[in-house]
């Protein structure tokens, strides 16, 4: 998708492309406390984020006053990749499941960021670490902006069971893939036209 031009909201692109540098470092930042956490060498992951994929998605949500019971205004998934870095929205609306089956709202300090964890990771990890059921209940009477920034390994980095994640009782659950051929293999089965749009000359897109 192109940029918007400049003169229709000056700005935005210089301070989207800094936001996602800066937090594409606080992810590679954290990389040795997962790999600790996961009785690796705490450089494990370092290389497999040197051409890390980032992408940044902006949402809004507009109040729905009516909300009906169940309605949701981005239904239950959980993320991809790696990690997901989200700053709490100024209007309620994610809801986190627990592992008991519970939805709940996160209860979270001041200034804090939430991180999920993302289903590649949870893969690598062999089920170890799970990745993050969440979902998004319309705010009633203001609009609300989310900002989630997805930072992942390279196309190219391999998912291949850890080996402090297995032993003979608990065999790899997952097949070795990298990361672009579990990402293209989970597009493909989510996203009817995945893969089938093709832009035109003058960017817009066509199937």
């Given at each position: 998708m192109p940029w918007l031009p400049e003169e229709v909201?000056?700005?935005?692109?210089?301070?989207?492309?800094?936001?996602?540098?800066?937090?594409?470092?606080?992810?590679?930042?954290?990389?040795?406390?997962?790999?600790?956490?996961?009785?690796?060498d705490a450089d494990f992951f370092v290389d497999k984020f040197a051409w890390s994929y980032t992408y940044f998605r902006m949402a809004k949500y507009p109040?729905?006053?009516?909300?009906?019971?169940?309605?949701?205004?981005?239904?239950?998934?959980?993320?991809?990749?790696?990690?997901?870095?989200?700053p709490p929205a100024e209007e309620a609306g994610l809801q986190i499941l627990d592992a008991d089956g519970t939805w709940f709202w996160p209860d979270l300090p001041a200034d804090a960021l939430i991180v999920n964890m993302g289903q590649f990771l949870e893969r690598w990890t062999n089920n170890r670490f799970r990745a993050t059921p969440h979902r998004v209940v319309p705010p009633l009477e203001h609009d609300r902006y989310s900002l989630a920034c997805f930072v992942n390994p390279g196309f190219e980095a391999v998912g291949e069971c850890l080996p402090t994640c297995t032993d003979a009782d608990n065999?790899?659950?997952?097949?070795?893939?990298?990361?672009?051929e579990f990402f293209n293999w989970y597009m493909t089965n989510t996203f009817t036209h995945y893969g089938k749009v093709k832009p035109t000359d003058n960017n817009e897109a066509t199937v």
């Open positions: 909201l000056p700005g935005f692109r210089a301070v989207a492309e800094e936001y996602m540098v800066t937090i594409t470092e606080l992810g590679k930042s954290l990389l040795p406390v997962w790999a600790r956490a996961l009785e690796l109040p729905k006053p009516d909300l009906d019971d169940g309605e949701l205004g981005l239904n239950a998934h959980i993320d991809t990749g790696f990690m997901t870095f989200l065999p790899p659950k997952h097949p070795t893939q990298s990361y672009w």
